[in-house]
């Protein structure tokens, strides 16, 4: 069983900076691209960043220049590092991964999500 477990969510001023982990665990034979979405109240669930495995990144207009997206391979993480967030950053933040379980197909993973609120 593979299980996304995210953290490091939570009020952060505007202009401040957050960091968000997600680590991947459990029957992992190989974890292909990882990425971060967002979802806002009454807003459907939109892509906010993407690493693959050999780091090529890529990101929603809307955090360009503001986010940026890493991974430890080593460690099956993946990170947001949200600099300058905005109120309209405000959303639940799900980490994505496509992963090949051991002994089964390749399969896209969720987190639970984690609250990121945006406010003074």
């Known amino acids: 069983q593979v299980q996304l477990v995210e953290s490091g969510g939570g009020l952060v001023q505007p202009g401040g900076s957050l960091r968000l982990s997600c680590a991947a665990s459990g029957s992992i034979f190989s974890v292909y691209a990882m990425g971060w979405y967002r979802q806002a109240p009454g807003k459907q669930r939109e892509l906010v960043a993407t690493v693959s495995r050999g780091r090529r990144t890529n990101y929603a207009d809307s955090v360009k220049g503001r986010f940026s997206i890493s991974r430890d391979n080593a460690k099956n993480t993946v990170f947001l590092q949200m600099n300058s967030p905005k109120p309209e950053d405000t959303a639940v933040y799900y980490c994505?991964?496509?992963?090949?379980?051991?002994?089964?197909?390749?399969?896209?993973?969720w987190g639970q999500g984690t609250q990121v609120t945006v406010s003074s």
């Open positions: 994505n991964a496509e992963i090949s379980a051991t002994g089964r197909g390749k399969a896209d993973y």
